[in-house]
T-cell receptor, first 113, second 108 residues
Framework: KAGVTQTPRYLIKTRGQQVTLSCSPI?????VSWYQQTPGQGLQFLFE???????NKGNFPGRFSGRQFSNSRSEMNVSTLELGDSALYLC????????????FGSGTQLSVL | KNEVEQSPQNLTAQEGEFITINCSYS?????LHWLQQHPGGGIVSLFM???GKKKHGRLIATINIQEKHSSLHITASHPRDSAVYIC??????????FGEGTQLTVNP
């Protein structure tokens, strides 16, 4: 059974650009959640999608957005990149996202120059 | 005060030692997660628990809901257990609030 796949693995962008990250969950999993990890702030919850609907949202500005497709694959988008957006972005999937173990992807390392 | 507090922040042990990492949280939860992160970033979910105790191999996780406290124990530690261990509380769906992590180093 294939794991959670995140693409790309590494990304370099400049300030002001936008970026789209992709996450393909484990087959049969309908919940996809996104997290940001930085040395200063640690791991923080971005948002969760379930059956193409955003079900939960963390405390991030509107520049951070996401969506989920009918096959449960999810994308997150960051517009008008800032230096502080440099981080490891992780997604995780689960069957229904309630009180169950999460399966994490390897993450996308984003560097904003 | 962080919503999720872990201790210790750093832990160095000799191979074979019994290890305990503690996690306290400030408000009620639906579940408590223990995660392991190796260098390179990959995160593995070790346990998800909402009451009692769970065991997998040499790892044991316990939670006391009344005291808002959880512990992760590693018996007969091994150098391959060296990693960052993170506890996270779940309050709504996959909305997790994370502790700062415990860097564990097990020396041979």
């Amino acid at each position: 059974k294939a794991g959670v796949t995140q693409t790309p693995r590494y990304l370099i962008k400049t300030r002001g650009q936008q970026v789209t990250l992709s996450c393909s969950p484990i087959s049969g999993h309908r919940s996809v959640s996104w997290y940001q990890q930085t040395p200063g702030q640690g791991l923080q919850f971005l948002f969760e999608y379930f059956s193409e609907t955003q079900r939960n949202k963390g405390n991030f500005p509107g520049r951070f957005s996401g969506r989920q497709f009918s096959n449960s694959r999810s994308e997150m988008n960051v517009s008008t990149l800032e230096l502080g957006d440099s981080a490891l972005y992780l997604c995780a999937s689960s069957r229904d996202g309630r009180d169950e173990k999460l399966f994490f992807g390897s993450g996308t390392q984003l560097s904003v120059l | 005060k962080n919503e999720v507090e872990q201790s210790p922040q750093n832990l160095t042990a000799q191979e074979g030692e019994f290890i305990t990492i503690n996690c306290s949280y400030s408000v009620g939860i639906s579940a408590l997660h223990w995660l392991q992160q190796h260098p390179g970033g990959g995160i593995v979910s070790l346990f998800m628990l909402s009451s009692g105790k769970k065991k997998h191999g040499r790892l044991i996780a316990t939670i006391n809901i009344q005291e808002k406290h959880s512990s992760l124990h590693i018996t007969a530690s091994h150098p391959r257990d060296s990693a960052v261990y993170i506890c996270a509380k779940e309050t709504s769906g996959s909305r997790l609030t994370f502790g700062e992590g415990t860097q564990l180093t097990v020396n041979p």
